[in-house]
Nanobody
Framework: QVQLVESGGGLVQPGGSLRLSCAAS????????MAWYRQAPGKQRELVAA???????NYADSVKGRFTISRTDAKNTVYLQMNSLQPEDTAVYYC????????????WGQGTQVTVSS
């Protein structure tokens, strides 16, 4: 079992930056693919960025060049550095942990609100 707790959301002006953190409890964190998703009002949840256990990353086209995902396995934590934020980035951001072995294990955090507004 993995529990995920996000932090770092808030209100920021357009062009500003925020860093989200997701702290995981439980074992084998380093084996999990970690990801950030977001869900804006009236929209489906979408993948923002993901990082594999080996450190490979992928990003949604809408955030490439602005957002950076990273992980520190020694701290059981994954981060999302968000720069040049725009109003369309406003959403609830969710941390996700996924491990596929003989079964699929997937866990979600409770979400953290990011609001980009002047």
């Amino acid at each position: 079992q993995v529990q995920l707790v996000e932090s770092g959301g808030g209100l920021v002006q357009p062009g500003g930056s925020l860093r989200l953190s997701c702290a995981a409890s439980g074992s084998s964190f380093s084996a999990y693919r970690m990801a950030w998703y977001r869900q804006a009002p009236g929209k489906q949840r979408e993948l923002v960025a993901a990082i594999s256990s080996g450190g490979s990353t992928n990003y949604a086209d809408s955030v490439k060049g602005r957002f950076t995902i990273s992980r520190t396995d020694a701290k059981n934590t994954v981060y999302l550095q968000m720069n040049s934020l725009q109003p369309e980035d406003t959403a609830v951001y969710y941390c996700n942990a996924r491990l596929l072995t003989t079964v699929l294990r997937m866990y979600w955090g409770q979400g953290t609100q990011v609001t980009v507004s002047s």
